[in-house]
């Protein structure tokens, strides 16, 4: 990444930048000494408000164990502002997260959770709201958690009402995109946290902050890979309405620390500090066994046990037999499959225009040749999707040439509906002489190109996608084919229905799916595991 100062330099009088520690969306952090050699974090806030900034003043005498201290708001002679914050010589939390993707042990989730509370209550307490709470921003020093980024929290004003939207879309409340603001917007942030330590999987992912947000919005969380006895937590912080969820944080932490005590370790055995700084990356976490006072000096030292890093108290069972290498897929292999989906696509799309007739037919408007027509025509738009991919993988680029080659391949398309519908490029005018206006067929040709080259419609088709049939696919088709439908109110000659584009474009996507191949994901090994050694 790229930051505006380098090594060496003193934009800030008194201080001298040693290197670029991140950017985001406030501004960068640098890494920074004083003149008397006191190590400290520089944050450059960029495009921030007045009110902004006097919210970043109600921070600087804030003091608590579990929040980075915030020194100093200081002004260069650019004119622009600079916040200087303890420097936190350890990981983030992310890090460890990243670390264990099947989640923290339980009892480390509880004490790792109780001080992430008693630093969001000692901000609520002086009404202030983070709005930016995620594993990113919390970090571990010697064994304490430190939540930081906090300098540009927000006063709670007596509206909560704000035009700007700020935050994490993954960790973001439903209300923040009205621009209402609480304490509750920390909490539900403080569940996704929880979550995340848990299964070491997000509640809501997608493939764009739209997509995310949208869940947030309006999915209910999957909590089946939770354990049992915290999906009422979870749930309750979790809730659309924020009134539902916990009054305070502090509620929020009593509510974990009794679920964590149910499962949690004989109370001779307590969590010792993990990741104190840097823990390298593979190490095995290591918790210390309580020293007891000395019984008989015959008793033998405790042998080292074998604890389970996920949640369920007994973990399953591993099998390390090594997994046969996948073959590459071959370009031969792609075009064998490539005509297979093609032979098959036309089956699926007439399985899937039965329900279509029956509703057709209730309407008492049923005609075969209109039912033929979208029969052809979805499958058309099934082989244009089918040779556009051209066997492209799931996170392939947004190429300019892809999208090309797909609204090409559907002007064709276009050229067969317009064929299929009479094909008569001009229509006579009152005498029977000259044309007097387009045929609506030509508005055919334009709407097909643009709806195949409007979406990425290759995930669709890619071998390695996350699942076999995904419902956003279909919406998204059934979205840019109602979208670019609203064009065909402002053609010259206004004829047919909006279902001859919604209906094909919507088969298709459902037919490419069912008939493309696709391979599972590959599945990952059991649970890391933890070793309890004696004092």
Same mark, same amino acid.
């Given at each position: 990444?790229?930051?505006?100062?380098?090594?060496?330099?003193?934009?800030?009088?008194?201080?001298?930048?040693?290197?670029? @520690?991140?950017?985001?969306?406030?501004?960068?952090?640098?890494?920074?000494?004083?003149?008397?050699?006191?190590?400290?974090?520089?944050?450059?806030?960029?495009?921030?408000?007045?009110?902004?900034?006097?919210?970043?003043?109600?921070?600087?005498?804030?003091? #608590?164990?579990?929040?980075?201290?915030?020194?100093?708001?200081?002004?260069?002679?650019?004119?622009?502002?600079?916040?200087?914050?303890?420097? @936190?010589?350890?990981?983030?939390?992310?890090?460890?997260?990243?670390?264990?993707?099947?989640?923290?042990?339980?009892?480390?989730?509880?004490?790792?959770?109780?001080?992430?509370?008693?630093?969001?209550?000692?901000?609520?307490?002086?009404?202030?709201?983070?709005?930016?709470?995620?594993?990113?921003? +919390?970090?571990?020093?010697?064994?304490?958690?430190?939540?930081?980024?906090?300098?540009?929290?927000?006063?709670?004003?007596?509206?909560?009402?704000?035009?700007?939207?700020?935050?994490?879309?993954?960790?973001?409340?439903?209300?923040?995109?009205?621009?209402?603001?609480?304490?509750? +917007?920390?909490?539900?942030?403080?569940?996704?946290?929880?979550?995340?330590?848990?299964?070491?999987?997000?509640?809501?992912?997608?493939?764009?902050?739209?997509?995310?947000?949208?869940?947030?919005?309006?999915?209910?969380?999957?909590?089946?890979?939770?354990?049992?006895?915290?999906?009422?937590?979870?749930?309750?912080?979790?809730?659309?309405?924020?009134?539902?969820?916990?009054?305070?944080?502090?509620?929020?932490?009593?509510?974990?620390?009794?679920?964590?005590?149910?499962?949690?370790?004989?109370?001779?055995?307590?969590?010792?500090?993990?990741?104190?700084?840097?823990?390298?990356?593979?190490?095995?976490?290591?918790?210390?066994?309580?020293?007891?006072?000395?019984?008989?000096?015959?008793?033998?030292?405790?042998?080292?046990?074998?604890?389970?890093?996920?949640?369920?108290?007994?973990?399953? @069972?591993?099998?390390?037999?090594?997994?046969?290498?996948?073959?590459?897929?071959?370009?031969?292999?792609?075009?064998?499959?490539?005509?297979?989906?093609?032979?098959?696509?036309?089956?699926?799309?007439?399985?899937?225009?039965?329900?279509?007739?029956? +509703?057709?037919?209730?309407?008492?408007?049923?005609?075969?040749? #209109?039912?033929?027509?979208?029969?052809?025509?979805?499958?058309?738009?099934?082989?244009?999707?089918?040779?556009?991919?051209?066997?492209?993988?799931?996170?392939?680029?947004?190429?300019?040439?892809?999208?090309?080659?797909?609204?090409?391949?559907?002007?064709?398309?276009?050229?067969?509906?317009?064929?299929?519908?009479?094909?008569?490029?001009?229509?006579?005018?009152?005498?029977?002489?000259?044309?007097?206006?387009?045929?609506?067929?030509?508005?055919?040709?334009?709407?097909?190109?643009?709806?195949?080259?409007?979406?990425?419609?290759?995930?669709?088709?890619?071998?390695?996608?996350?699942?076999?049939?995904?419902?956003?696919?279909?919406?998204?088709?059934?979205?840019?084919?109602?979208?670019?439908?609203?064009?065909?109110?402002?053609?010259?000659?206004?004829?047919?229905?909006?279902?001859?584009? +919604?209906?094909?474009?919507?088969?298709?996507?459902?037919?490419?799916?069912?008939?493309?191949?696709?391979?599972?994901?590959?599945?990952?090994?059991?649970?890391?595991?933890?070793?309890?050694?004696?004092?």
């Amino acid at each position: 990444m790229k930051f505006t100062y380098r090594s060496g330099q003193r934009p800030l009088d008194g201080y001298t930048l040693k290197r670029g @520690v991140g950017q985001g969306g406030f501004g960068e952090v640098y890494f920074a000494v004083s003149d008397g050699g006191k190590e400290v974090a520089l944050k450059l806030l960029k495009g921030h408000s007045d009110v902004e900034l006097r919210g970043v003043a109600n921070c600087l005498n804030m003091k #608590h164990p579990n929040l980075v201290h915030v020194y100093d708001l200081k002004e260069d002679e650019h004119g622009d502002k600079w916040l200087v914050m303890e420097y @936190v010589l350890g990981e983030s939390m992310s890090a460890v997260l990243h670390r264990h993707p099947h989640g923290l042990p339980l009892n480390l989730v509880g004490e790792w959770f109780a001080a992430l509370a008693r630093a969001v209550a000692h901000l609520h307490d002086r009404g202030v709201v983070h709005r930016d709470l995620k594993p990113a921003n +919390i970090f571990i020093e010697a064994g304490t958690l430190k939540v930081g980024d906090y300098g540009l929290c927000k006063s709670i004003s007596v509206s909560q009402k704000q035009t700007r939207t700020v935050g994490t879309v993954h960790y973001m409340a439903p209300e923040v995109s009205t621009g209402n603001y609480s304490q509750r +917007i920390d909490i539900y942030a403080c569940g996704v946290i929880l979550h995340e330590m848990l299964t070491g999987k997000l509640p809501f992912d997608g493939e764009s902050d739209g997509e995310i947000l949208m869940k947030h919005l309006t999915a209910t969380p999957d909590l089946s890979g939770v354990p049992e006895a915290f999906r009422p937590v979870l749930a309750k912080a979790l809730d659309k309405n924020p009134l539902r969820r916990y009054g305070s944080v502090m509620e929020m932490a009593k509510a974990v620390e009794a679920t964590v005590a149910q499962g949690a370790p004989p109370a001779d055995v307590p969590v010792a500090a993990v990741a104190a700084t840097a823990v390298p990356r593979g190490i095995p976490i290591v918790v210390a066994r309580k020293p007891e006072p000395p019984t008989t000096p015959a008793a033998p030292p405790p042998l080292p046990v074998a604890v389970a890093l996920a949640p369920p108290p007994k973990p399953p @069972v591993v099998d390390n037999t090594p997994l046969p290498l996948a073959r590459a897929v071959t370009w031969r292999d792609k075009v064998v499959s490539g005509l297979g989906s093609m032979l098959a696509a036309p089956l699926v799309a007439l399985a899937g225009l039965a329900p279509y007739a029956l +509703i057709v037919n209730g309407t008492g408007q049923f005609d075969w040749m #209109h039912l033929a027509k979208v029969f052809f025509v979805t499958t058309a738009l099934s082989w244009a999707v089918l040779l556009g991919s051209c066997g492209a993988s799931f996170a392939a680029a947004d190429r300019w040439w892809r999208r090309l080659v797909l609204g090409a391949l559907g002007l064709g398309v276009g050229v067969l509906a317009y064929w299929l519908g009479g094909w008569e490029p001009l229509r006579a005018g009152a005498d029977g002489g000259s044309a007097s206006s387009l045929d609506p067929g030509l508005f055919s040709v334009l709407y097909f190109g643009g709806v195949l080259a409007a979406g990425r419609w290759w995930r669709a088709t890619a071998r390695d996608r996350k699942e076999r049939f995904g419902l956003f696919p279909v919406l998204a088709a059934a979205f840019w084919a109602s979208v670019l439908l609203v064009l065909k109110f402002f053609w010259p000659e206004n004829t047919g229905s909006a279902a001859d584009g +919604i209906v094909p474009a919507v088969l298709a996507v459902i037919a490419v799916q069912a008939v493309s191949p696709w391979t599972p994901p590959t599945p990952v090994s059991g649970p890391k595991k933890l070793r309890l050694r004696g004092a």
